[in-house]
């Protein structure tokens, strides 16, 4: 699925966009779909099992910046799990054995749209071996003035940096430690249709939406099968296994020499990133917003 130049790019890199993965008919029914979950927001007064919501929230203004776990609240979203090309764009990459974790909505609303503070998605979920990535499934065409992911380049090869704050786990990288460059972030940018694809331990973010387009990003997390997560799974061995996307499970969790930093004390506020990273002080885009 992948050609040599582009998984040569997703390892100097850490990210790839790949596109048209979602026909047109595809990318229409997820927004059709998503719609219908925005205005059945408008009878949701604060964050739920299913919304994460801005801040500025009103039923007169439904404002969603999160959809919860969509494959498990519509067929829509449930059917990319086991999407043959967004396999396909996997396997590439790690082989045969795909296993799934979760997914999340991310959605950046003209105008308003929440900034996502600099992160590695591994500080939340360190494994055995970081063959880990995120799938992002563009819903709408990202451009630089939506708020699309911004990807450190390299940054997957380094470090797994401190995402505490004052000494509790909050999702975030403090930009007073300079950690990276960040000067030198590249945008996800692609048409709706496009799929992002980016290491979990790059460090990336993204700016508030300032344009009159939505930006909406539908976030699959997966992984080789033989990654076990570090902090364990309490379902318990049977719904791990239901969670294989494609290939077979395996029993022999591989062991690579990997940093971790456990998520721990876990952080003040939960429910979704925006909440963990309410705990740092120093913000990068507001900071940036604000010059």
């Not at 940054?155 to 990276?180: L, Q, T, W, Y």
């Not at 496009?194 to 939406?209: C, D, E």
């Not at 456990?262 to 913000?283: F, V």
């Amino acid at each position: 699925m992948l050609t040599d130049a582009q998984k040569r790019e997703y390892d100097e890199v850490g990210a790839i966009v790949v596109p048209d993965i979602l026909s047109p008919d595809e990318v229409a029914e997820l927004r059709r779909v998503t719609d219908g979950f925005v205005e059945r927001a408008r009878g949701v007064a604060t964050h739920d099992a299913i919304y994460d919501l801005e801040d500025s929230h009103s039923p007169a203004m439904p404002r969603v910046r999160r959809i919860k776990s969509p494959h498990l609240h519509h067929p829509a979203y449930a059917a990319l799990v086991r999407h043959p090309r967004i396999l396909a764009v996997l396997q590439s990459l790690w082989g045969p054995d795909i296993r799934f974790d979760t997914a999340k909505l991310n959605m950046k609303s003209a105008g308003f749209g929440a900034a996502v503070e600099w992160h590695q998605d591994w500080a939340f979920y360190p494994h055995t071996n970081d063959d880990l990535a995120a799938v992002g499934v563009m819903m709408d065409d990202m451009e630089p003035e939506n708020g699309p992911l911004l990807i450190v380049p390299g940054s997957h090869k380094g470090p797994v940096f401190d995402h505490h704050a004052e000494g509790r786990f909050c999702g975030a990288m403090d930009p007073a430690n300079r950690d990276v460059d960040y000067a030198k972030a590249v945008a996800l940018t692609g048409r709706a249709g496009s799929i992002t694809v980016h290491h979990v331990r790059a460090v990336h973010g993204s700016a508030p939406n300032t344009s009159n387009k939505e930006r909406r990003l539908l976030l699959f997390q997966f992984r080789a099968a033989d990654a076990w997560p570090l902090l364990g799974f309490p379902e318990g061995l049977e719904a791990y296994d239901a969670l294989m996307a494609a290939g077979r499970s395996s029993l022999a969790p591989r062991l690579a020499d990997v940093p971790v930093r456990l998520p721990l004390p876990p952080a003040d506020k939960q429910g979704s990133i925006y909440e963990n990273q309410k705990g740092l002080k120093r913000k990068f885009f507001e900071a940036a917003a604000a010059q």
